[in-house]
T-cell receptor, first 113, second 117 residues
Framework: DVKVTQSSRYLVKRTGEKVFLECVQDMDHENMFWYRQDPGLGLRLIYFSYDVKMKEKGDIPEGYSVSREKKERFSLILESASTNQTSMYLC????????????FGPGTRLTVT | AQKITQTQPGMFVQEKEAVTLDCTYDTSDPSYGLFWYKQPSSGEMIFLIYQGSYDQQNATEGRYSLNFQKARKSANLVISASQLGDSAMYFCAMREGRSGGSYIPTFGRGTSLIVHP
């Protein structure tokens, strides 16, 4: 069965902290994505990666960075967390660049105080 | 301008009736793709259906069908015979090509569907 896991379901961090959100997929997928979901705004793409050590900016990359050292793992990094980064973060993967279907993780609800 | 527009923030339907969720899109990529995802209150995103821009026939998956009207740039989701378990947020999404050969996904803001018994 297809599986995308995220390191935490809930996370509370303080302003200015460095935050790591981890995502692992076990399907040998090429592509991985990080989104944030906010009420009334839908899902917005932060970064994506279509190969190891490759990354591309999405629509809202400011304040975030990513790391993909291994095919199965894609990390989202908040260098200095701010309160406006309080959100639900969703990781997804897809088999090919055509993006016919994405598989999503359960999400991490991050609160920055 | 939004690339994916879902104009219905909330929809209500009686159990066993059909419901249409609206989605319009905007792209200059000729080989785009359109998707619908469901997000129940538990939070997981579930892929429902996909339509490629060159597909001649409307996509169908069980009770879900995509009413694809290319000239109107419309990709409405039709759910037939609604069930209580269909109550969820529904997101329309599009993939379009980017220079360098990658595709980028864009999601709409979602429509909340409530199915009444």
């Amino acid at each position: 069965d297809v599986k995308v896991t995220q390191s935490s379901r809930y996370l509370v961090k303080r302003t200015g902290e460095k935050v790591f959100l981890e995502c692992v997929q076990d399907m040998d997928h090429e592509n991985m994505f990080w989104y944030r979901q906010d009420p009334g705004l839908g899902l917005r793409l932060i970064y994506f990666s279509y190969d190891v050590k490759m990354k591309e900016k999405g629509d809202i990359p400011e304040g975030y960075s990513v790391s993909r050292e291994k095919k199965e793992r894609f990390s989202l990094i908040l260098e200095s967390a701010s309160t406006n980064q309080t959100s639900m973060y969703l990781c997804a993967s897809s088999f090919d660049r055509g993006l016919r279907e994405q598989y999503f993780g359960p999400g991490t609800r991050l609160t920055v105080t | 301008a939004q690339k994916i527009t879902q104009t219905q923030p909330g929809m209500f339907v009686q159990e066993k009736e059909a419901v249409t969720l609206d989605c319009t899109y905007d792209t200059s990529d000729p080989s785009y793709g359109l998707f619908w995802y469901k997000q129940p209150s538990s939070g997981e995103m579930i892929f429902l259906i996909y339509q490629g821009s060159y597909d001649q026939q409307n996509a169908t998956e069980g009770r879900y069908s995509l009413n694809f009207q290319k000239a109107r740039k419309s990709a409405n989701l039709v759910i037939s015979a609604s069930q209580l378990g269909d109550s969820a947020m529904y997101f329309c999404a599009m993939r379009e090509g980017r220079s360098g050969g990658s595709y980028i996904p864009t999601f709409g803001r979602g429509t909340s569907l409530i199915v009444h018994p």
